[in-house]
T-cell receptor
Framework: KAGVTQTPRYLIKTRGQQVTLSCSPI?????VSWYQQTPGQGLQFLFE?????QRNKGNFPGRFSGRQFSNSRSEMNVSTLELGDSALYLC?????WGQGHRGSYQETQYFGPGTRLLVL | AQSVSQHNHHVILSEAASLELGCNYS??????LFWYVQYPGQHLQLLLK??????LVKGIKGFEAEFIKSKFSFNLRKPSVQWSDTAEYFC????????????FGAGTRLAVHP
């Protein structure tokens, strides 16, 4: 089974631009989460999508947004890029039967290779 | 707010030495616990996880971890490290009711010298 894929793998943008990153989860996985990894702040949770709905959100400004499509693929968007947005953006997927079945309690997240964004 | 603390930021060992990486979390409720590893140039991979039951869990590549609820700890161990274990190790916690939000520790960079 193919793993989590992310495109593009590398991206260079300039301040003020916007960027869209894409994530394809493992086949059959319904939950997609996004994380930002930087040397200074480490790994920080951005948001999680399940069934095309944002289910949880981290402490990031509104410039960071995302969405999930009916096939569970997800995109995240960063508008008005700042130098500090330079980071590795990681996507993770999990099977997640959702509340009402097992819930999302005992779920494992599997990570993609990430998109490395450099803002100049 | 939930947090995860990894005590050692950098660890240097010789091959065959034993390894223990500390991880403590702050959350009073039920948690899922994970250790992930990031080898140079590779993506985050799951080493092991604890959901419930036996507090001593075994993972891939000879790693194990022990959940001590009273100490809010989930320390990672390996009796004999190899050069190929050189990587960054992350402890992560997911709180019950937190859906799939993982809170990560700052990571520990392990360098193993031949």
């Amino acid at each position: 089974k193919a793993g989590v894929t992310q495109t593009p793998r590398y991206l260079i943008k300039t301040r003020g631009q916007q960027v869209t990153l894409s994530c394809s989860p493992i086949s059959g996985h319904r939950s997609v989460s996004w994380y930002q990894q930087t040397p200074g702040q480490g790994l920080q949770f951005l948001f999680e999508y399940f069934s095309e709905t944002q289910r949880n959100k981290g402490n990031f400004p509104g410039r960071f947004s995302g969405r999930q499509f009916s096939n569970s693929r997800s995109e995240m968007n960063v508008s008005t890029l700042e130098l500090g947005d330079s980071a590795l953006y990681l996507c993770a997927s999990s099977l997640d039967w959702g509340q009402g079945h097992r819930g999302s309690y005992q779920e494992t997240q599997y990570f993609g290779p990430g998109t490395r964004l450099l803002v100049l | 707010a939930q947090s995860v603390s990894q005590h050692n930021h950098h660890v240097i060992l010789s091959e065959a030495a034993s390894l223990e990486l500390g991880c403590n979390y702050s959350y009073g409720g039920t948690v899922n616990l994970f250790w992930y590893v990031q080898y140079p140039g590779q993506h985050l991979q799951l080493l092991l996880k604890y959901f419930s039951g036996d507090p001593l869990v075994k993972g891939i590549k000879g790693f194990e971890a022990e959940f001590i609820k009273s100490k809010f700890s989930f320390n990672l161990r390996k009796p004999s490290v190899q050069w190929s274990d050189t990587a960054e190790y992350f402890c992560a916690v997911k709180a019950s009711g937190g859906y799939n939000k993982l809170i990560f520790g700052a990571g520990t960079r392990l360098a193993v010298h031949p």
